[in-house]
């Protein structure tokens, strides 16, 4: 009976990170003191929940997030123009059309983390010479 109660404890402890049950930590600095809309806050938040790169279509996008193509597009050019994210656009290998842009989110400053780090140039001259876009 001991054993048994070991064994559900280890369960209960053992934490599946998946795309559902992961979260990302947001300082109190970011959400009160950046220059951000509320709706660029949680879409820059949704962003990092993936890592460093996104790769979900706008559909999925708008469906999570429930806003519209419209809106999407315009926190896209937002966030890229606050520089908090670079947006490598690509066109389909067989179709040459626009395929699905890869978006990479800039990491927060760990001293003031309510702007982009410190070395925000830098990672981008990277991130652009490394994922170069398409158009």
Do not use: W
């Amino acid at each position: 009976m001991l054993l048994y109660d070991l064994e559900a404890e280890r369960q209960k402890k053992k934490k599946d990170y998946t795309k559902e049950t992961f979260y990302t930590p947001v300082t109190n600095k970011f959400m009160r003191k950046s220059k951000l809309s509320l709706q660029e806050k949680a879409f820059y938040i949704y962003l990092r929940g993936f890592g460093e790169k996104c790769f979900q279509g706008q559909e999925i996008i708008c469906n999570e997030l429930g806003i519209t193509r419209p809106t999407l597009r315009k926190l896209i050019i937002s966030l890229e123009e606050k520089k908090y994210i670079y947006v490598q656009r690509k066109y389909g290998t067989k179709t040459k059309e626009k395929a699905t842009p890869i978006i990479h989110t800039i990491p927060l400053d760990t001293n003031d983390e309510s702007k982009p780090s410190q070395y925000v140039d830098s990672l981008l001259d990277y991130l652009k010479s490394t994922y170069p876009s398409d158009y």
